[in-house]
């Protein structure tokens, strides 16, 4: 069982395009990461979001935190090449005591055509 | 600007063979991670460290060990290869259990 579901899995769009991609959950989450993951290389994090209803922009980027703590979103505004990459959402779950596990979504996968 | 390194880059074994993953970070972080990403699979957790010394099992761990004698080092052990092993195999490192991660660039691993 996926407990962290992303939507769509892929996307292909023409540069200066919007697009949103969507990350559900029935579990909450203490906060929530996205990355952007290019071929051959490892994740890298774009941004966390740790309050329900909490709103984040990184440039072109808004991220925002279901207000249940439950599901994310992430918005591009005129989507450039450079976008292009595989996005994962990331929820951190509390395990007991101390320990805290980040799980994964399968990924969303974007292609931005010049 | 080293961050986490990971080798080897790429390998190919035979089924049954034995090899090391070797992790290396150069922030100080005490936590740190092995996942492994598959096709449709997403990112899972294998093994994880909470400190030098210390070790502990995720989502995956059968098949694998693991070592933190080091800080600063993670290393991944496969004592007896599978086809089923075959995937890409990231180490992931954070300053504690709260914060994002920094990943390495991954270690590509074919079983055959």
Redesign the interface.
């Given at each position: 069982t996926?407990l962290l579901e992303q939507s769509p899995q892929f996307l292909s769009i023409q540069e200066g395009e919007n697009l949103t991609v969507y990350c559900n959950s029935s579990s909450v989450f203490?906060?929530l990461?996205w990355y952007r993951q290019e071929p051959?290389?490892?994740?890298?994090?774009l941004v966390?979001v740790v309050t329900g209803g909490e709103v984040k922009k990184l440039k072109r980027l808004t991220f925002q935190f279901g207000d249940a703590r439950k599901d994310s979103s992430l918005h591009i505004t005129a989507a450039q090449p450079g976008d292009t990459g595989l996005y994962?959402c990331?929820g951190?779950m509390n395990y007991g005591g101390?320990?805290?596990?980040?799980i994964?979504?399968?990924?969303t996968l974007l292609a931005v055509q010049p | 600007n080293a961050g986490v390194t990971q080798t080897p880059k790429f390998r190919v074994l035979k089924t049954g063979q034995s090899m090391t993953l070797l992790c290396a970070q150069d922030m100080n972080h005490e936590y740190m991670y092995w996942y492994r990403q598959d096709p449709g699979m997403g990112l899972r957790l294998i093994h994880y460290s909470v400190g030098e010394g210390t070790t502990a099992k995720g989502e995956v761990p059968d098949g694998y060990n693991v070592s933190r004698l080091k800080k600063q080092n993670f290393l991944l052990g496969l004592e007896s290869a599978a086809p089923s092993q075959t995937s890409v195999y990231f180490c992931a490192s954070s300053p504690s259990a709260y914060y994002g991660y920094t990943f390495g660039s991954g270690t590509r691993l074919t079983v055959v």
């Open positions: 996926q203490s906060s990461q051959g290389e490892g994740p890298v994090l966390t994962l990331a951190m101390a320990t805290n596990k980040l994964f979504g399968t990924g | -």
